[in-house]
């Protein structure tokens, strides 16, 4: 599905409901399946939550997450920890080509039984469940947090709990901090000094049965792109937001004031407002390390302003539904704009009056097809294969509509 989208001018006031947080559902989805106890609230309708829950709940012994990076983790370490029983976990082919065995050499540290059917370090997996003896395990702390995550939420199950030894500079903290905090709301205890994390094993009933998932922050970013490029005054409500967030991606709060954009809670509302232009001249510079997933938003953001960024902390981005570095490159140049890039970052400084003959391709990836509808605020564009959204968001074009977007 192609949509072509008309150069637009956004509602003055509108109010969105954003679906929970993919993150926090699926890592809640996770210690529901470990502790059965646990009721989830405002979980995410997004593709990735629905598949992590078939995985889940599946009987069969061939389980296909197909794009959803995070089940394929996730999913990974819990059936290793389900005694007598065997799955074959497999994927998309862009999944069989994202790197596993960071997790799979951990999870073999602790005692788990995983191969390779196809290439060594790749998915698909073929894993034997069984009882995991180990209690301590290293692992590369400039990975993906999904690894770590991971090992984190079944740590509460393993017979002595886990000591989890990160090596090196660690990526993307606020998500080991949020998988940590939902260990805690259930009565896990932890532990995060330097690069040391333990995590006891749970014997006790859990605390809370019931948990609501805050919506989605990486959502959210898009609504910031689309105020910061509507005229002053644009303000965008969306619940179901809170200040204290778990989520790392909430940073935009503090990220989008450069753009002249406000952040105000109420309730459990978060209002978005347009307060001043940014100033001529200004450069962006951000290191994105910890938030790596509104890199996209954000230089999309600045094309449409003209503003010259500099992206960093963006090593991670290789390893998505695509090289998102590349990808970014590619469809930001379509437009006239000139784009560098290195293995961990993007530099955006030169600018040319928009090309509005293009057609954007979005590689299987959700967030080059959202980062970049914004833009419709400045010029008219295409978006080919633009259902791909629903892998965490699929009600954003009829929200985009509501608010006041042209789509055809």
Known sequence: MNLSLLKSNVNLKSEIKVTGSKSESNRLLLLQALFSDIEINNISNSDDAVVMQKGLKSQTNVIDIHHAGTAMRFLT?????????????????????????????????????????????FPPLRIHGQKLIMNKVSIDANVSSQYISALLLIAPKLKDGLELHLNGSITSIPY???????????????????????VEQKKSPILISSLTVESDWSSASY???????GPIGTQIELSSYKPNSLQGDAVLSQIYMQ???????????????????????????????????????????????NVPCKLFGL?????????????????????????????????????SPFNSQVAIDTYNDHRMAMAFAPLALKTGFQINDAKVVSKSFPDFWNDLKAIGFRIN
């Open 315 to 351: 090593h991670t981005l290789k390893i998505k539904e695509t090289d998102r570095l590349v990808a970014l490159k590619t469809e930001i140049e379509k437009f006239g704009t000139m784009v560098n890039i290195t293995d961990e970052s993007l530099e955006i400084l030169k600018f």
């Open 259 to 305: 753009f002249g954009v406000s952040t105000t809670f109420k309730a459990n509302t978060m209002c978005l407002k347009k307060e001043s232009q940014i100033e001529v001249n200004s450069i962006v510079e951000l290191d994105l390390v910890n938030a790596p997933d509104i890199a996209q938003t954000i230089a999309v953001t600045c094309v449409g302003l």
């Open 223 to 229: 609504f910031y792109s689309i105020v910061a490029l």
């Open 176 to 198: 080991i901090k949020m998988t940590l905090s939902l260990l805690n709301q259930i009565g896990v205890k932890t532990s995060f000094i330097k690069n040391t994390i333990k």
């Open 77 to 121: 370490a819990f059936f290793a920890t389900q005694e007598g029983r065997e799955v074959l976990l497999t994927g998309s082919e862009r999944m069989q080509e994202r790197p596993i065995k960071t997790l799979v050499d951990a999870l073999k540290q602790l005692g788990a039984r995983i191969t390779y059917e196809k290439n060594e370090g």
